[in-house]
């Protein structure tokens, strides 16, 4: 099981995912996010997905939890980089994400948490 | 199976005759395409196909049926790019009875080598017709897939706003492919805005209305914005009365009104030059 790393930048916690997850992983991303939003008081987390070729519905269901987490904190959640074929699958399984902001890239994520669109 | 000697018996009359047959075989064949090919064409492919024959009946080799099968299934292949229709090509093989016949009748002894021919004729005849209809089928599918494509071209509107003008019925077929069209010109334009007008597309049920939803989701789990225009008032009755809803997906009449729209959520205003 991978631990994926979580980079603090500012007032943003930037996660990057380079392999595709493990239901542990992603269970443990979960954990390690909540103990750094709770320490850093971060205000913003962006998880890039970028590299995920695949997602199935536990996945699905774990990013939007990360969602609630983060809000809990106080802190937004944008998820940046989903592949075509990854939202084709998303939208068929029915999960619409609903809770989490998502955006092309990492840098427009960067401007939906800084207010600026 | 000719376990009675009667097809090597037939192929060597045919061997014999060759000449002769071939000659008023082909004659046939010319009359019955009422003279859209040349007898010099005619007589040297069927002069090739009679040889084939002789073979197989003959069974000289384990090739010869082979070769024939493929050489009926061109000569279909080709007849039908003609123009010709399935039963003209079929007609074509069956007269080979007809003009063997002309030559066996006096002859009372090849009554039963003429009866086994004639049903090996028979399977050779429609196998042109299956020919035929294997290279139709092969030409529509050839044609839809070509159709599929032509009809979803993703276009760029403005800077940063994509549009699918969709034609045609969405099926779930197409929504598949628009998807992914649009989904991957999200991703190499950079694009946050899209526009699906349905000007194009006839019927608004719920199932299209279905495929349009989860468009539209797709496209915001990209992080884009979507709007869809080109709502007919005939359709905007049709979903109302389907109990369709669109939830907070911005809908509009025409791709203008869709553009406005986009370029207003983009911080962009058109003023008088």
């Not at chain 1, 944008?78 to 609903?98: N, Y």
């Not at chain 2, 073979?55 to 790019?81: I, K, P, Q, T, V």
């Not at chain 2, 209305?209 to 080109?230: D, Y």
Request: aromatic letters at 4%; charged letters at 25%; glycine letters at 6%.
């Amino acid at each position: 099981m991978e631990q994926v790393p979580i980079v603090k930048i500012g007032r943003t916690l930037f996660v990057s995912i380079q392999v595709d997850l493990q239901d542990e992983s992603v269970l443990r991303l979960q954990e390690d996010l909540a103990d750094r939003l709770a320490a850093t008081g971060a205000s913003g987390v962006i998880i890039d997905i970028t590299a995920v070729e695949i997602v199935d519905s536990f996945i699905g269901r774990m990013l939007t939890m990360i969602g609630s987490i983060s809000r809990l904190f106080d802190a937004r959640t944008v998820i940046v980089g989903m592949r075509p074929a990854v939202a084709i699958t998303l939208t068929e399984l029915g999960l619409s994400m609903k809770g989490v902001r998502t955006a092309l890239n990492a840098e427009k994520g960067l401007e939906i948490l800084n207010g600026r669109s | 199976m000719d376990t009675d000697g009667t097809q090597v018996r037939m192929a060597d009359y045919l061997r014999d005759h060759h000449d002769k047959v071939v000659g008023r075989w082909s004659e046939l064949v010319v009359a019955g395409l009422r003279g859209r090919t040349s007898l010099e064409e005619v007589r040297h492919e069927l002069g090739y196909l009679y040889s084939l024959i002789v073979r197989m009946l003959s069974a000289a080799d384990d090739h010869a049926a082979g070769e024939l099968r493929a050489a009926l299934d061109e000569m279909s292949r080709s007849r039908a790019r003609d123009g010709f229709t399935p039963a003209e090509t079929a007609l074509g093989v069956f007269s080979l009875k007809q003009a063997v016949y002309e030559f066996v009748a006096d002859a009372a002894e090849m009554v039963p080598e003429f009866l086994s021919f004639s049903r090996s004729i028979d399977d050779l005849g429609l196998r042109t017709f299956e020919a035929y209809s294997a290279a139709r089928e092969q030409i529509i599918s050839d044609q839809s897939a070509a159709m599929l494509e032509l009809s979803t071209p993703v276009v760029r509107l403005w800077e940063d706003i994509v549009a699918v003008p969709l034609v045609g019925t969405l099926d779930s077929a197409r929504t598949q492919l628009v998807m992914e069209r649009l989904l991957d010109a999200l991703v190499t334009t950079g694009a946050d805005q899209a526009v699906i007008d349905i000007t194009g597309v006839p019927t608004v049920d719920t199932e299209v209305a279905q495929h349009l939803l989860k468009t539209v989701s797709a496209v915001r789990l990209l992080g884009a914005e979507c709007t869809i225009s080109g709502i007919r008032p005939q359709v905007a009755q049709t979903i109302v009365s389907l109990g369709i809803e669109f939830g907070d997906i911005a809908t509009k009449a025409t791709l203008a009104d869709a553009l406005a729209l986009a370029l207003q959520r983009a911080g962009l205003k058109v003023v008088p030059a």
